[in-house]
Nanobody, 117 residues
Framework: VQLVESGGGLVQPGGSLRLSCAAS????????MSWYRQAPGKERELVAA????????NYADSVKGRFTISRRNAKNTVYLQMNSLKPEDTAVYYC???????????WGQGTQVTVSS
């Protein structure tokens, strides 16, 4: 099983980034997918989640209206479009996959997002 994030980097406040997470080694279309983030000295927090078929989504209050999670099951990829970025969005962003069983719980290695002028 692999989850490989990409798309992180340095961006100015107000800018945009799109994160991608490419999945392999499991039946992607059967898993709910999420993005988490962890800032230095803080706990990891849920940013956004999307159901297996992409029908339902939910977001942390801090990113509602600015971030959009989406997925393309044909490409085994989940995305996080981040607009109007703020310095407080600076964190390592992790991709997460959750299946129906407790053992079906996978994490990516993370990608750094830094919002700074």
């Amino acid at each position: 099983v692999q989850l490989v994030e990409s798309g992180g980097g340095l961006v100015q406040p107000g800018g945009s980034l799109r994160l991608s997470c490419a999945a392999s080694g499991f039946t992607f279309s059967s898993y709910g997918m999420s993005w988490y983030r962890q800032a230095p000295g803080k706990e990891r927090e849920l940013v956004a989640a999307i159901s297996s078929a992409g029908v339902s989504t939910n977001y942390a209050d801090s990113v509602k209206g600015r971030f959009t999670i989406s997925r393309r099951n044909a490409k085994n990829t989940v995305y996080l479009q981040m607009n109007s970025l703020k310095p407080e969005d600076t964190a390592v962003y992790y991709c997460h996959a959750a299946g129906v069983r407790i053992s079906q719980d996978y994490w990516g290695q993370g990608t750094q997002v830094t919002v700074s002028s």
